[in-house]
């Protein structure tokens, strides 16, 4: 059964929050003000798209997003600089675009390197991709991407969420709900692509999706109620052709964690035969499918093996490798 509209505070949880050091080379940003400054450069205001993509081109620059509504099919904002801050309004900001079955873009696109994206617990939904990052050394920290309690309504979400396909591409703090496709996409990412403390729910595709995308993490997370699997890999590579991607650390209570999927919870799909994949320190319960499942028999084949470590299901849930039911390779620990 879905549960009412979500906000952050309603889950009742406490994420770890992570401490991002983040160093920059004698020619980085201008924002990257020393301490002795008294001052940075002036901010500059992104014009809402109305007729037409809003396209931020300079480089070492701030610029601020405040609310606005648009009507605009295409892309709204595409961050094409280097070296750059894109920050919301302090408080938080909504950028509302004309809704998923409308829209054929994504609300932000980032296509820069070395840039910075600072939500500030702001929200974009309303487009076919909520934020897309196509860049090269982004680092995105606490925004929403789709629908929450106060801010659209659910036929407004996004049809994916938060896409990833760049290179080295590292979001924390990200909540993706309400959205008709996938919550969050690694979609081609290439190698150390991650997100951690996030939650995916009532999204209709997949809460999390590793599509054909290289060596990276999806860390200390909540995914539950989405239509599809809590979590689904597939096609992961590396640059060697094999995967490690890793998957840790979903939330130990019994109604959090990898809970009430419409399909399985942590899904393995039979492409990561040749993975090296790690899923470890999940709580997966209630699903519709199987609660921890990995397609390839014994968890993998010809000297690549998944490790699966550290995991639990509730009463009567279900681990399968292959056709064999609670396999070796996939070991529980006591549900207590």
């Known amino acids: 059964m879905k549960r009412n509209r979500i906000t952050r505070n309603s889950l009742s949880i406490a994420l770890f929050v992570f401490a991002i050091g ?14 002795s400054a008294a001052t940075g450069p002036d901010p500059t205001t992104v014009i809402p798209c109305t007729a037409s993509t809003t396209t931020l081109s300079a480089n070492n620059t701030v610029y601020v997003v405040s609310s606005f509504t648009t009507t605009f ?10 070296n750059d801050l894109l920050t919301f309004s302090a408080g938080g900001s909504t950028v509302q675009g004309p809704g998923a079955t ?7 696109d980032i296509e820069g ?27 995105g920290d606490n925004i929403d991407v789709g ?46 692509c ?33 239509t599809g699997n809590g979590v689904h890999l597939g096609g992961t590579r590396d640059k060697t052709g094999n995967s490690e991607f890793t998957v840790a650390d979903a939330s130990t209570s019994s109604t959090l964690g990898v809970y009430n999927n419409g ?34 028999a014994t968890c993998g084949s010809q000297g690549h093996y998944n490790l699966w470590v550290s995991l639990i299901v509730g009463a009567g849930g279900t681990t399968q490798a292959g056709t064999a039911t609670s396999p070796a390779c996939i070991p529980l620990l006591p549900n207590l």
């Open 73 to 82: 099919t295409g892309t709204c904002i595409k961050l094409i600089g280097n």
């Open 194 to 226: 991650g997100i951690s403390d996030f939650f995916t729910a009532d999204n209709g595709g997949d809460g999390l999706a590793v599509r054909n995308s290289g060596d990276g993490m999806a860390a200390v997370f909540i995914s539950i109620d989405n």
């Open 263 to 296: 399909s399985d919870g942590v899904f393995l799909d039979t492409s990561e035969k040749n993975a090296a994949d790690v899923v470890t320190g999940i709580d997966a319960e209630s699903n519709g499918g199987i609660d921890l499942h990995d397609a390839t």
């Open 147 to 192: 629908c929450f309690a106060g801010s659209c309504a659910t036929a407004d979400g996004n049809g994916i969420g938060l896409e990833m396909t760049g290179g080295t591409v590292r979001w924390n703090n990200v909540g993706s709900a309400y959205n008709t496709g996938d919550g969050i996409f690694f979609n081609g990412c290439g190698d150390e």
């Open 22 to 35: 983040i160093a920059l080379a004698a020619s980085g940003p201008a924002w990257a003000k020393p301490k």
């Open 102 to 108: 409308s829209s054929s873009g994504a609300g932000i």
């Open 113 to 139: 390197t070395n840039d910075v994206i600072n939500g500030r617990a702001s929200n974009v939904t309303g487009f076919a991709i909520g934020i897309l990052d196509n860049g090269s050394n982004t680092l």
